[in-house]
C-alpha cells in the first residue's frame, strides 16, 4: 500500500487509517464547505471530498492524497456539524427514535494520475428515543460539537445507536473498504479521463 495523505485534520479518520495499517500523514486542507443551493448529499460529499484533495494536491503533488466528508440525512434534509449548543439539541430531537443515513464521499489522487476517483458510501443508522435529560447530558459532553449530525458512533454516543446496515467505518467518517477499492484501482490517466 502506497503512504497516504490524508487531507483531514480529523481525529476520527486518522484513527481509522491507524487502525487498518495504512501509512500515513495527515495535512489540513482549507477549503470552504458550504453547500450549494439544492445540492443533494451524494453530490455535496463528493464535491467538498474532491475539494478537499484537490487543495492538499496543490501543494504535494505526486502524493496518494485521500479526503473525505461526511453528513447525515434524514427525511431529506443534510445535517453537517452543529453551530452551537441548540442546532445540536435539534439534531438530536431530530434523529432520536428514527432511521438515518450517513453519507460519506472519499476521492483519492493516486500518486502519479492527476485525475481523482471518487465515490461515496451509504450506511443506514437506528438511532434510539432519547429523551431530554439524556440529550442535555450528551450536549453537555461536548462530543456532539464536531461531529455531522451531532453524534459520533464511537464515542459516547455509541449508547443511543440501536443498529446499523452497512459500513460501520462509514459512519465513523471514512468508509476503509471504499477506500481500499479506489487505491487498489490505481491512477487515472489523462488519456482515460
Known amino acids: 500500500m502506497p503512504k497516504l495523505v490524508l487531507a483531514s485534520a480529523s481525529p ?31 453530490t455535496y460529499v463528493r464535491r467538498v471530498a474532491r475539494a478537499k484533495a484537490e487543495d492538499v494536491w496543490a501543494r504535494l503533488p505526486g502524493a496518494t492524497i485521500v479526503a473525505a466528508d461526511t453528513v447525515v440525512v434524514v427525511d ?5 456539524k452543529p453551530r ?18 450517513v453519507l460519506t464521499g472519499v476521492t483519492v ?4 494520475g492527476n485525475q481523482p476517483r471518487i465515490t461515496h458510501e451509504s450506511t443506514e443508522v437506528i438511532f434510539a ?20 449530525g451531532a453524534y459520533a458512533i464511537q464515542g459516547l454516543g455509541a449508547r443511543f ?15 476503509v473498504r471504499a477506500l ?7 491512477p487515472v490517466s489523462e488519456a482515460r479521463s
Not at 86 to 98: I, K, N, S
Not at 109 to 112: D, K, M, S, V, Y
Not at 161 to 175: A, F, M, Q, R, T
Request: hydrophobic share 35%; proline share 4%; no cysteine.
Open 129 to 148: 428515543e432519547m429523551n431530554d435529560d439524556e440529550i442535555g447530558w450528551y450536549i453537555a459532553t461536548g462530543e456532539p460539537m464536531d461531529k455531522a
Open 180 to 186: 481500499y477499492e479506489l487505491i487498489r484501482l490505481g
Open 109 to 112: 489522487f493516486n500518486g502519479r
Open 12 to 42: 476520527r479518520r486518522a484513527e481509522i487509517l491507524r487502525n487498518t495499517g495504512w501509512p500515513f500523514e495527515a495535512v489540513a486542507a482549507n477549503i470552504d464547505e458550504s453547500r450549494y443551493d439544492h445540492e443533494d448529499a451524494p
Open 84 to 101: 452551537d449548543d441548540e442546532d445540536a439539541r435539534r439534531m438530536l430531537r431530530l434523529l432520536q427514535g428514527r432511521r438515518h443515513d
Open 161 to 175: 445507536i440501536e443498529g446499523i446496515k452497512g459500513d460501520y467505518s462509514n459512519v465513523v467518517g471514512l468508509p
Open 76 to 80: 431529506g434534509e443534510i445535517l453537517g
